[in-house]
C-alpha cells in the first residue's frame, strides 16, 4: 500500500499555525508515513489578519497568541521568504521542514516577529546548522521550488473543490482524501486513529 499526506498550508497563516500540531502528532506516531509540505505563499505583503480571525482561531483549537502578535493585526503579512526556505528545506533537507516550520511559527506568532528579513530566517538556519542557497533567502520573488509547490497546489485544489487553507490531504493508493482537520485541532491525537482507519 502507498499512502502520503499532503499539508498545504502558510506559515504565516493563523489556521496553519493551528493545524501544525496535528502534522507533529502524525510525524511522531505515524513515522512511516511521508509528508509533503506544500507552501502556499498567500500573504504577499497585502493581506492582513483580523482580530476575529484570532478570537476564532483560539476558540476552535489549544492556540493561543502572544499580545506581540496580537498587536500587529493592523500590518500586512508577508511570507514569501518564509515559503522560499521551507520550500527548499522540503526538497534538500526535508527531515528539518517540520521543525523549521515550528520554529518560525513560534518566533512570528509567540514572539510576535515578522519573519520577513534575511537576518530573520539565517539566525534561524543557523539554530538547525542549514546552509540554504541564495535563492531560499530572498522575498523579492518566489523560487522554483516554491513555484512549483504552488502549482501542485493549484493541481490539487482542482480536484478536492476548495482553495481553502490549510489543507490535509491523504492519499492511499489511487483514492484521494481531505481530512477534516477542524474537528482534532482541541484534540491533535485524535487525528491518528482517523488516519490509521483510512490506511486500514
Not at 500590518?75 to 523549521?100: F, G, I, P
Not at 509547490?149 to 481553502?164: E, N, P, R, S
Not at 489543507?167 to 491525537?189: G, R, S
Amino acid at each position: 500500500m502507498n499512502a502520503e499526506l499532503f499539508f498545504i498550508y502558510d506559515s504565516h497563516c493563523p489556521w496553519s499555525y493551528a493545524t501544525t500540531p496535528l502534522i507533529n502528532e502524525i510525524a511522531e506516531h505515524l513515522p512511516e508515513l511521508p509528508i509533503h509540505f506544500w507552501h502556499a505563499a498567500y500573504f504577499e505583503g497585502d493581506e492582513k489578519v483580523s482580530q476575529q480571525q484570532l478570537t476564532s482561531v483560539q476558540d476552535s483549537s489549544n492556540i493561543h497568541f502572544s499580545k506581540s502578535y496580537e498587536l500587529q493585526t493592523d500590518v500586512a503579512k508577508e511570507s514569501t521568504l518564509a515559503a522560499n526556505l521551507l520550500a527548499w528545506a522540503d526538497q534538500k533537507a526535508h527531515k528539518t521542514t517540520l521543525r523549521l516550520l515550528n520554529r518560525i511559527q513560534e518566533i512570528h506568532f509567540q514572539q510576535g516577529k515578522p519573519v520577513e528579513t534575511q537576518a530573520d530566517v539565517i539566525a534561524i538556519c543557523e539554530e538547525f546548522k542549514l546552509s540554504p542557497p541564495k535563492k531560499a533567502l530572498t522575498k523579492e520573488k518566489l523560487s522554483k521550488e516554491a513555484e512549483t509547490a504552488l502549482h501542485y497546489i493549484f493541481d490539487m485544489q482542482d480536484v478536492i473543490g476548495t482553495k481553502a487553507i490549510p489543507a490535509l490531504l491523504l492519499a492511499v493508493n489511487d483514492n484521494l482524501i481531505l481530512l477534516n482537520h477542524n474537528l482534532y485541532l482541541l484534540e491533535p491525537k485524535a487525528i491518528i486513529a482517523n488516519i490509521e482507519s483510512e490506511l486500514a
